[in-house]
């Protein structure tokens, strides 16, 4: 599974160390994230304490961590599910507005990792009040009007997963 770059995209290759987030220097928000899918194609998606809109399970990388290191390290505190860093595969690395920090950028390296039969019965750990099952096709379907889906989401993963 593999994305044309955009136009956004960085040079830096996701196994190389991401620095952390510098929201002072740059505006920019620095993050990985996984897609991880249901045997429907549905994306499992998290929503943090206090806010909005759904997204990716991920996060910030610590310092000298790679992408693909963040990620799995991400997905394992926030939902309690081990991923082996080397078993996901680049979606692509994506550049948009932050779901809930104005004025923010976010660079995003995301990865996709094979179907994971303990996502099915994921729970909310750490910084997460609420996961759902969004579909790529109709990813609004079922939420209150008041939740958003992240613009990650809407702008480049969903698209990216519909064209499979």
């Not at 750490?126 to 969004?134: K, R, S, T």
């Amino acid at each position: 599974m593999s994305v044309a770059p955009t136009p956004h995209s960085p040079a830096a290759t996701p196994d190389q160390a991401v620095e952390p987030h510098s929201a002072i220097a740059d505006q920019v928000i620095r993050v990985s994230a996984v897609v991880l899918r249901d045997r429907e194609g549905r994306v499992l998606n998290v929503r943090k304490r206090g806010t909005h809109a759904f997204m990716l399970p991920g996060g910030k990388p610590e310092p000298g961590e790679s992408a693909a290191a963040c990620a799995a390290r991400e997905v394992a505190e926030e939902l309690a599910i081990a991923l082996d860093p080397a078993s996901l595969t680049l979606l692509g690395v994506f550049r948009t507005a932050a779901a809930n920090e104005p004025g923010f950028a976010l660079e995003a390296t995301v990865f996709a990792h094979d179907f994971v039969a303990a996502a099915l019965s994921a729970a909310p750990l750490a910084e997460i009040e609420e996961v759902a099952w969004l579909d790529p096709a109709r990813p609004r379907e079922g939420l209150a009007p008041h939740i958003a889906v992240a613009p990650l989401n809407i702008e480049f993963v969903f698209p990216a997963l519909r064209s499979e």
